[in-house]
């Protein structure tokens, strides 16, 4: 009664000096209960900020080797300046977006964020498709730079649709339709290694969300449809050694540098799956759209992500790093 009476008499800040003045055995118990209330409710708070921080920089940590290893690709290769700058200016600029990223994305709740990101993959890759040139449509035109928009864009995507494809009925039939589409971009463009990625990222969601025959065999199926399609599809343009045989020209150069590149490509995919048992699941997905693109890399097919020269990869990792502070709680979702 005597606190009661007390906590009616005192100022706010009065208030606050008092019971901070009382030890907590002199504390009733209902005011013990609501200290302790907030205090965790705090914890809980930070520990989730740290996990995704945590996160974060694990993914950064295990991009390093990769990131080191296109160094000394272009370095065998023997580029120009031009080359140079504009790589080392890319891994500059992933750097800031994901700082961007984390700090500001967080005034968009979940929902918000994945629908941003998905609307901003379908638009960016119909960009490509409004070029004139002959020859497959994979690139924007920015001043005298082509930047290739889908690996830029892709690991953005899946952790978009990770967050609808777990939803009710009709945010699930959106998501099914915006993954058709993207699909769609991607064969006309045409990409088959892009196709291919998202086929087997979307194949992991599938598993690591739970999300029954049903919906897998509705998503899955016309994507293997569309990929076969694009597969079919004669690609005319010739691998570029520092591009798309990363792996070849390492190995040509010695077995000690071969084996580096390749061991520095691996160690980025088991991260990032590491990475997905105790962050976010969708993690897994996108290491597995990683392999397959270091995969076709090493038929010559597509751009070997991060190890090799191209800013749009680069670009995307700083995007879904960014993503990774905000985007999703860590053990929300997986199997």
């Known amino acids: 009664m005597f606190v009661a009476a007390g906590r009616r008499q005192v100022s706010d800040s009065q208030h606050c000096s008092d019971l901070r003045a009382l030890s907590p055995a002199r504390l009733k118990p209902g005011i013990q209960f609501h200290r302790h209330s907030g205090r965790a409710l705090r914890r809980g708070s930070k520990r989730f900020h740290q996990v995704m921080h945590h996160s974060s920089r694990n993914s950064i940590v295990w991009a390093i080797p990769a990131l080191a290893s296109s160094i000394v690709v272009l370095h065998l290769a023997g580029v120009g300046k031009l080359v140079w700058i504009s790589h080392l200016v890319a891994i500059g600029l992933a750097g800031v977006l994901a700082w961007l990223v984390g700090r500001f994305g967080r005034q968009l709740n979940r929902h918000g964020a994945a629908l941003v990101i998905v609307a901003l993959s379908v638009v960016g890759l119909m960009i490509p498709l409004l070029n004139d040139r002959p020859g497959p449509d994979r690139w924007a ?8 928009l889908a690996p830029m864009l892709l690991p953005s995507f899946v952790a978009a649709c990770s967050f609808f494809v777990r939803q009710p009925e009709r945010q699930w039939i959106a998501a099914l339709i915006a993954i058709l589409v993207v699909a769609l971009l991607l064969v006309l463009q045409p990409d088959a290694s892009q196709m291919l990625g ?67 490509a691996l160690a980025f995919i088991v991260g990032l799956w590491i990475q997905s048992r105790v962050g976010p699941a969708w993690l897994s997905a996108v290491a597995a759209y990683y392999a397959v693109l270091f995969a076709c890399s090493s038929a010559g097919l597509t751009p070997a992500p991060l190890v090799g020269y191209g800013a749009g990869p680069i670009l995307g990792f700083g995007l879904m790093v960014g993503l990774l502070a905000w985007f999703e709680p860590p053990s929300q979702g997986a199997a």
């Open 141 to 148: 035109s920015i001043g005298p730079l082509n930047l290739y």
């Open 198 to 264: 998202l086929l087997v990222a979307s194949g992991v969601l599938a598993i690591r969300y739970r999300l029954g025959a049903a919906r897998s065999f509705l998503l899955l199926l016309p994507l293997a449809v569309l990929a076969a399609w694009a597969f079919s599809v004669p690609d005319p343009l010739q691998p570029v050694p520092h591009v798309e045989e990363v792996f070849k020209l390492a190995l040509s150069h010695s077995y000690f540098a071969g084996i580096a590149v390749i061991a520095s």
